[in-house]
């Protein structure tokens, strides 16, 4: 399974392309779709190279999702992509969320552990709350 049109365009409205680097609500530089590895103040991408930089870094999601059982949808998969790139493999890997989704739990409790994830920084960000919701609501497509 590879991500799907409707993610990619949606993961592009949730970075937002940003072609200088800046800060985001952790005080990580970060530049193009939300890339921040070796990214410094003062960089600057072209589009074609913030595109290049997404498809990179989604590939680490996907390589992880790919490995898990009991997401057998497009719709699991694209949520649990998306979910991985914005908060990190790493995070989904501990998560109380993928422990639900490994035992089997109810969709209803699955979608709830999305919505766990929605502060940046200690504060809770809508842009967050907006995001989880649209990753509940994709684990059901």
Known sequence: MRSSDILINRLKKFE?????????????????????????????????????????????AEKYVKTLSRVD????????????YNCGVGALKTSTLLQYIQSGRKTWEIQEQFLRWVNSG???????VTRRIWEANRWTE
Do not use: P
């Not at 949808?73 to 991985?84: E, P, R, Y």
């Not at 200690?122 to 967050?128: E, F, I, T, W």
């Open 16 to 60: 937002q392309l940003r072609l200088t680097a800046y800060q985001d609500a952790k005080g990580v530089w970060t530049i193009g779709y939300g890339h921040t590895g070796g990214v410094r103040k003062g960089d600057r991408i072209s589009e074609v190279r913030a595109e290049e930089l997404l498809r990179a870094d989604m590939q680490t």
């Open 73 to 84: 949808t497009q719709g699991k998969f694209d949520a649990l992509v998306d979910f991985a």
């Open 122 to 128: 200690g504060k809770k960000l809508g842009g967050l």
